[in-house]
């Protein structure tokens, strides 16, 4: 079945650590995106790539950063410089074009701070 | 900052109700879309409606969309208790590149059984 696969499931940051969150899709889409939802809150876009090795700042990027060296996988990167990284992190896909695109959606992972 | 306005925050009805929620948004739309999420999972993609559609049907959902006033309503007819989640609006704006959305707040359905 196609999808997409966020691992781990939880994650625990300790102070001045950086921990990564794996996202990868067998969807075949160019796009791929990562969300943050805070406690009873919408989603707020962090990074989003249109293509393999290109990939723009979404509204709250800072203390962020991604790669896209396949197509398959946009690993997130939370930063020590992320001063308040608990929340729920979301990765979704979509085909590339210029929108009427549903987002497919992972199940999730939950960064908490030790 | 978020482009969409859900009301109500939290709704709570029993089973066999209809459940109404509404989405405002600011800006000119490609598409609007709506998405529910189970707790503590990802976002399901329900149904897309492009700027030039009024009104959309799925199954026991009936979504509109009024261009004018800038604002969509979500409508689940004949209610279960597996309906229970949060429901969002999501808006393809036309200044944006790409295939980017911008997620509102979101509504909170109770369904009582």
């Known amino acids: 079945d196609g999808g997409i696969t966020q691992s781990p499931k939880y994650l625990f940051r300790k102070e001045g650590q950086n921990v990564t969150l794996s996202c990868e899709q067998n969807?075949?889409?160019?796009?791929m995106y990562w969300y943050r939802q805070d406690p009873g809150q919408g989603l707020r876009l962090i990074y989003y790539s249109q293509i393999v090795n290109d990939f723009q700042k979404g509204d709250i990027a800072e203390g962020y950063s991604v790669s896209r060296e396949k197509k398959e996988s946009f690993p997130l990167t939370v930063t020590s410089a992320q001063k308040n990284p608990t929340a729920f992190y979301l990765c979704a896909s979509s085909p590339a074009g210029h929108g009427n695109q549903p987002q497919h959606f992972g199940d999730g992972t939950r960064l908490s701070i030790l | 900052s978020q482009q969409g306005e859900e009301d109500p925050q939290a709704l709570s009805i029993q089973e066999g109700e209809n459940a109404t929620m509404n989405c405002s948004y600011k800006?000119?739309?490609?598409?609007l879309q709506w998405y529910r999420q189970n707790s503590g999972r990802g976002l399901v993609h329900l149904i897309l409606i492009r700027s030039n559609e009024r009104e959309k049907h799925s199954g026991r959902l009936r979504v509109t969309l009024d261009t004018s006033k800038k604002s969509s309503s979500l409508l689940i007819t004949a209610s279960r208790a597996a309906d229970t989640a949060s429901y969002f609006c999501?808006?393809?704006?036309?200044?944006?590149?790409?295939?980017?959305?911008?997620f509102g707040g979101g509504t909170r359905l109770m369904v009582k059984p």
């Open positions: 969807l075949n889409h160019d796009a």
């Open positions: 800006t000119s739309i490609n598409n």
């Open positions: 999501a808006t393809d704006e036309r200044e944006n590149a790409g295939n980017m959305l911008t």
